[in-house]
């Protein structure tokens, strides 16, 4: 029987997540301008044997190919009114890889609409954030990652907006670029420091950092976050490093190797839960594990 994530890392076991999803399925055949999301319908076992992939590499825990699923980047594709299908179907796709012993993590991005600009209202955004939770919590979600956030007040609306309608935990993480040395800003200019405090002032039952960094410089954000906040969980999903393009390909230079002989020092910064983002494999993972 699974026990609350939360509940699990407070009896001081370091938890392994997942790796890179978006790499994985252009690698299955995902096509450029192609909707990632509407392969929960149409393509149920490619997204599956990539969830599953993680799950035999040692993952605790994998998220769902929904990063994109709310209303408001579904609608780019036609899809705005087919949002709670595809979510739950997501998640029904990651439960059936993970089984009863592993957790579902329902994976909840930006919407690229701006509060600041007036893009969208704050009700809006709430809406659309509650009905995404709300499919992921029915498809077999344990909980949500809010994920690669740079707007505190988008973040505070989705894990508002989750708390109020389900019974997920909620997973808040943000993505900070280096603006100097030990510097760490997001897109709208929030310190880690600051991002931690506002998500657990929001409601988040564990925090942490996405994308944008390989795990050497998480070890400083993870450390920024611990300073403000001893106590709430914090997990990091890391790059395989910073993207290159060599010929004509991308490329992250960041070996499941040269991870996992980073992992101590994450773990020592205040990381609970550990895992990958953009060019991370099972392989990673597995190496990451095994290092713990």
């Given at each position: 029987?699974?026990?609350?994530?939360t509940?699990a890392?407070q009896?001081?076991?370091?938890l392994?997540?997942d790796?890179?999803?978006?790499?994985?399925?252009?690698q299955?055949g995902?096509q450029?301008g192609?909707?990632?999301?509407?392969?929960?319908?149409?393509?149920?076992d490619k997204?599956?044997?990539?969830?599953?992939?993680?799950?035999?590499?040692?993952?605790?825990?994998i998220?769902?190919?929904s990063?994109g699923?709310?209303?408001?980047?579904?609608?780019?594709?036609?899809?705005?009114?087919?949002?709670?299908?595809?979510?739950?179907?997501a998640?029904?796709?990651?439960?059936?890889?993970?089984?009863?012993?592993?957790?579902?993590i329902?994976?909840?991005?930006?919407?690229g609409?701006?509060?600041?600009m007036?893009?969208?209202?704050?009700?809006?955004?709430?809406?659309?954030?509650?009905?995404?939770?709300?499919?992921?919590e029915?498809?077999?979600a344990?909980?949500?990652c809010i994920?690669?956030m740079?707007?505190?007040d988008?973040?505070?609306?989705a894990?508002?907006?989750?708390?109020?309608?389900?019974?997920?935990e909620?997973i808040?993480?943000?993505?900070?670029e280096?603006t100097?040395?030990n510097?760490f800003?997001?897109?709208?200019?929030?310190?880690?420091g600051d991002?931690?405090i506002?998500?657990?002032?929001?409601g988040?039952?564990?925090i942490?950092?996405?994308c944008?960094?390989g795990?050497k410089?998480?070890?400083?954000?993870?450390?920024?976050?611990?300073?403000?906040d001893?106590?709430?969980?914090i997990?990091?999903?890391?790059?395989?490093?910073?993207p290159k393009?060599?010929?004509g390909?991308?490329v992250?230079?960041?070996?499941?190797?040269?991870?996992?002989?980073l992992?101590?020092?994450?773990?020592?910064?205040?990381?609970?839960?550990?895992?990958?983002?953009?060019?991370?494999?099972?392989?990673h993972?597995?190496?990451?594990?095994?290092?713990i």
């Amino acid at each position: 029987m699974r026990t609350k994530i939360t509940t699990a890392v407070q009896t001081g076991k370091i938890l392994i997540s997942d790796g890179a999803w978006g790499t994985f399925l252009h690698q299955k055949g995902l096509q450029s301008g192609e909707c990632p999301e509407l392969w929960n319908i149409t393509h149920p076992d490619k997204v599956k044997e990539i969830a599953q992939s993680y799950i035999d590499a040692g993952s605790d825990m994998i998220e769902t190919n929904s990063f994109g699923g709310t209303s408001f980047k579904l609608e780019y594709f036609g899809l705005a009114d087919r949002v709670s299908e595809i979510n739950e179907a997501a998640a029904r796709i990651s439960r059936e890889a993970a089984g009863e012993n592993k957790w579902v993590i329902g994976s909840i991005g930006p919407t690229g609409k701006m509060l600041v600009m007036g893009d969208v209202t704050e009700v809006e955004l709430y809406e659309a954030f509650k009905t995404q939770a709300i499919a992921l919590e029915k498809g077999g979600a344990d909980a949500v990652c809010i994920e690669t956030m740079s707007d505190i007040d988008e973040a505070s609306l989705a894990i508002q907006a989750t708390k109020e309608n389900t019974k997920l935990e909620i997973i808040a993480t943000f993505t900070f670029e280096a603006t100097g040395e030990n510097q760490f800003y997001t897109m709208m200019g929030v310190t880690p420091g600051d991002a931690a405090i506002a998500a657990v002032q929001a409601g988040a039952n564990i925090i942490g950092a996405n994308c944008g960094n390989g795990l050497k410089n998480m070890i400083t954000i993870v450390s920024q976050m611990r300073e403000v906040d001893e106590n709430t969980p914090i997990l990091v999903h890391a790059n395989a490093g910073l993207p290159k393009v060599e010929n004509g390909k991308t490329v992250y230079p960041e070996t499941p190797e040269m991870m996992g002989e980073l992992t101590g020092q994450i773990i020592q910064a205040g990381a609970n839960i550990i895992g990958g983002c953009c060019g991370t494999t099972p392989e990673h993972i597995r190496v990451m594990k095994a290092s713990i």
